[in-house]
C-alpha cells in the first residue's frame, strides 16, 4: 500500500483530535491481567426442608420383594386402587440407588419439597430392592417407607407395577401446594 499524503490542515486536526500522545515502551498488548482476582467462598447456607415430623414409627421391616402400601386417614381405598394401577402419571422421578441413607433422606427431602412447590399431584421415587444388603432386608426401601408415612404432605404411596420398577420403586401422592388454591380433585 502506498502511504497517502496528508495536507497540513488534516494533520493539525488529526493531532487536535486525538490529543497529548504517550510514547510506548513496548509494541504487545497485555489482555489478561497476570493476577487472578482472589476466589471468596460462597457463604453456605443449611438448607432445611418442613415436612418430616420427629415421630418414632412402628412399622414392620420389609424385605426385598415385599410392597409398599399407605393411605393417609380420611381417604377412600380407592385413590390407592387408581394410585397403584398409574392412574395419576407421575410428574418427577428420583433415583436414589447407591446414596448412602442420610444422603437419600435429604435427597428426598428437597426432591418432595421442590415437587410439592411446583405443584406435583404423583411422583415416582426409585428406591431399589435392595439385593445387595445384609441380611436380606433393604436398607432405603426400609428407610423410605418410614419417611413417606412421617412426611405431612405425602397423602398416599404404594409400590409400583413392574413396568415402573415393581416393589424397587414407589409412587407417591402429594397435597396440592397451598399457591394453587382450593381445587379439590373430584375423585375424593
Given at each position: 500500500?502506498?502511504?497517502?499524503?496528508?495536507?497540513?490542515?488534516?494533520?493539525?486536526?488529526?493531532?487536535?483530535?486525538?490529543?497529548?500522545?504517550?510514547?510506548?515502551?513496548?509494541?504487545?498488548?497485555?489482555?489478561?491481567?497476570?493476577?487472578?482476582?482472589?476466589?471468596?467462598?460462597?457463604?453456605?447456607?443449611?438448607?432445611?426442608?418442613?415436612?418430616?415430623?420427629s415421630s418414632?414409627?412402628?412399622?414392620?421391616?420389609?424385605?426385598?420383594?415385599?410392597?409398599?402400601?399407605?393411605?393417609?386417614?380420611?381417604?377412600?381405598?380407592?385413590?390407592?386402587?387408581?394410585?397403584?394401577?398409574?392412574?395419576?402419571?407421575?410428574?418427577?422421578?428420583?433415583?436414589?440407588?447407591?446414596?448412602?441413607?442420610?444422603?437419600?433422606?435429604?435427597?428426598?427431602?428437597?426432591?418432595?419439597?421442590?415437587?410439592?412447590?411446583?405443584?406435583?399431584?404423583?411422583?415416582?421415587?426409585?428406591?431399589g430392592k435392595?439385593?445387595?444388603?445384609?441380611?436380606?432386608?433393604?436398607?432405603?426401601?426400609?428407610?423410605?417407607?418410614?419417611?413417606?408415612?412421617?412426611?405431612?404432605?405425602?397423602?398416599?404411596?404404594?409400590?409400583?407395577?413392574?413396568?415402573?420398577?415393581?416393589?424397587?420403586?414407589?409412587?407417591?401422592?402429594?397435597?396440592?401446594?397451598?399457591?394453587?388454591?382450593?381445587?379439590?380433585?373430584?375423585?375424593?
Amino acid at each position: 500500500m502506498t502511504k497517502k499524503t496528508l495536507s497540513a490542515e488534516d494533520s493539525a486536526l488529526f493531532r487536535q483530535s486525538i490529543g497529548e500522545v504517550k510514547a510506548l515502551d513496548s509494541n504487545t498488548l497485555i489482555l489478561k491481567p497476570n493476577k487472578k482476582p482472589k476466589p471468596y467462598p460462597q457463604n453456605k447456607t443449611v438448607e432445611t426442608f418442613k415436612g418430616f415430623e420427629s415421630s418414632a414409627l412402628e412399622v414392620e421391616p420389609l424385605y426385598q420383594e415385599d410392597s409398599l402400601s399407605f393411605i393417609a386417614p380420611g381417604l377412600q381405598k380407592n385413590v390407592l386402587k387408581k394410585l397403584r394401577k398409574g392412574y395419576y402419571g407421575f410428574d418427577a422421578s428420583i433415583d436414589l440407588h447407591g446414596l448412602t441413607s442420610q444422603e437419600a433422606k435429604h435427597q428426598l427431602s428437597r426432591f418432595l419439597h421442590f415437587s410439592i412447590e411446583d405443584g406435583f399431584r404423583c411422583v415416582h421415587i426409585i428406591h431399589g430392592k435392595g439385593y445387595g444388603s445384609s441380611s436380606n432386608q433393604p436398607v432405603l426401601k426400609n428407610d423410605i417407607n418410614i419417611w413417606l408415612r412421617q412426611h405431612s404432605e405425602v397423602q398416599a404411596f404404594c409400590s409400583t407395577p413392574s413396568k415402573h420398577g415393581g416393589t424397587g420403586a414407589v409412587f407417591v401422592l402429594l397435597k396440592l401446594s397451598a399457591k394453587y388454591g382450593e381445587q379439590e380433585d373430584p375423585q375424593y
